[in-house]
């Protein structure tokens, strides 16, 4: 989940629902800022409203971005070359587990395998 995208979630009962903002998953909109309690979001009556206001926070998220390098080591019975270890790469997933007191930081690792090479 992008955690700089903002979007709209119907929450109570089918056939009277309300709706909150999030961000990523556990950032609620309050009306006045981000809150990591889902019951200070605020309950927009109707998804048109939710839709407009989400519109507006998302175009005002600017998030701080990192760059690092990141090293792929293949332990296997036979020799892979680059094509086979960008392909396998491609169709993986990356993740990363944060420490539990880190629990309300969102991370979005974007990866670009296409300029991958082969080092000694």
Do not use: C
Not at 60 to 81: E, G, K, M, Q
Request: glycine content about 4%.
């Amino acid at each position: 989940m992008n955690p700089t995208r903002v979007y709209v979630t119907p929450v109570g009962e089918p056939g009277w629902n309300r709706f909150v903002i999030r961000r990523g998953k556990r950032r609620y909109w309050s009306g006045t800022g981000w809150s990591h309690d889902p019951r200070e979001a605020r309950l927009y009556h109707e998804e048109l409203e939710a839709a407009s206001q989400a519109a507006v926070l998302h175009d005002s998220i600017r998030p701080r971005r990192f760059v690092t390098a990141v090293l792929i080591a293949v332990d296997h019975d036979r020799a892979f070359n680059v094509e086979q270890v960008q392909r396998l790469m491609e169709h993986s997933v990356v993740s990363v587990v944060l420490p539990e007191h880190e629990e309300h930081v969102d991370i979005e690792i974007t990866l670009d395998w296409r300029g991958i090479e082969e080092i000694e």
